[in-house]
């Protein structure tokens, strides 16, 4: 039935004794999902320390995130099991920048101004949520994930 479905939302055009039938290629979800995880790997606010690098430019970089996590979306079938992870994700995006916004960006937004140790707490947060949704991603859909984001990820469990 998935087979059929998929089929249904793809077709755009049946012939009649000529036999001919056309149809749009949609992404797999798997695609979609390893082509976000490659946009991800141009976002150094993910794995980047931090030290010496622009944090107004960081912040633009999570309003970029979530416009990619926003077009994958758009791409994803309504019953995708990515969806619940990546709504996740872009939900983590406006909230980080919420929050640096709100207490340590200067008026005009030229230029950060808050402490140091907010801004890296708060990108430690924005790092964890998502080395734990990028795993559940990876593995559900058979995507690798870049090293760059081995610092991210959750340490794999083991059985005791």
Same mark, same amino acid.
């Given at each position: 039935? %998935?087979? =059929? ?6 077709? &755009?055009? $049946?012939? +009649? ?56 979306? %758009?791409? =994803? ?6 969806? &619940?992870? $990546?709504? +996740? ?72």
């Amino acid at each position: 039935m %998935k087979i =059929l479905d998929t089929l249904k939302s793809r077709v &755009t055009g $049946l012939g +009649a004794f000529g036999l001919s039938v056309s149809w749009e290629y949609q992404e797999s979800e798997a695609e979609v999902i390893r082509s976000l995880f490659l946009d991800f790997e141009n976002h150094r606010v993910l794995f980047d320390r931090g030290c010496g690098s622009d944090r107004t430019a960081m912040i633009e970089s999570v309003e970029k995130i979530r416009e990619d996590i926003t077009n994958a979306l %758009k791409k =994803l079938p309504n019953n995708s099991e990515a969806i &619940t992870n $990546l709504k +996740a994700l872009r939900a983590e995006c406006q909230a980080t920048q919420g929050r640096i916004e709100l207490h340590n960006v200067s008026q005009n937004k030229s230029y950060y101004q808050g402490p140091e140790e907010d801004f890296f707490f708060e990108l430690g947060q924005f790092r964890g949520v998502f080395g734990v949704h990028l795993a559940l991603l990876a593995q559900a859909f058979r995507v690798d994930i870049g090293e760059q984001f081995e610092h991210i990820l959750p340490a794999p469990i083991k059985n005791v």
